[in-house]
């Protein structure tokens, strides 16, 4: 009985004392990923404001036009987009990653049935450039 309390009080000890060691490959995975990239979301005003739109070409004048505040959709209209496309303006998420600011503007579905899923990403690089 003395032997099975000793076993019980020692393995108690063990745990307590012996803690958790973590492997340093997976510490350091764990510190890269602690300090990887940001992500926040922002609404259409904010992008304005941190965006810098004149390097933005032939989408510049879309951006910089003004929205109602009701609007919660955007429609991009230029040569290149054929028919164009609209994208949500209240949700854009805004990644931080080694020196660049991503936005990333979900593009609206064509239809309800619609099976291709598209986003506008327009990179920042530490420079301004995009």
Do not use: W
Not at 35 to 57: D, H, R, T, Y
Not at 62 to 88: N, P, R, V
Not at 107 to 122: D, G, H, M, W
């Amino acid at each position: 009985m003395s032997f099975a309390l000793f076993l019980f009080v020692y393995s108690c000890k063990k745990e307590i004392s012996g803690g958790e060691e973590i492997d340093p490959a997976r510490k350091k995975e764990m510190l890269n990923y602690k300090n990887g990239p940001k992500v926040e979301i922002i609404n259409l005003a904010q992008f304005q404001k941190k965006a810098n739109l004149s390097a933005l070409g032939n989408l510049k004048q879309e951006f910089m036009t003004a929205l109602s505040s009701k609007s919660k959709k955007m429609s991009i209209h230029t040569d290149q987009t054929y028919l164009g496309f609209s994208i949500a303006t209240d949700s854009i998420k805004v990644i931080k990653a080694n020196g660049h600011t991503m936005y990333v503007f979900p593009v609206e579905l064509p239809s309800k049935r619609a099976v291709a899923f598209q986003n506008l990403t327009i990179d920042e690089g530490p420079d301004g450039t995009i």
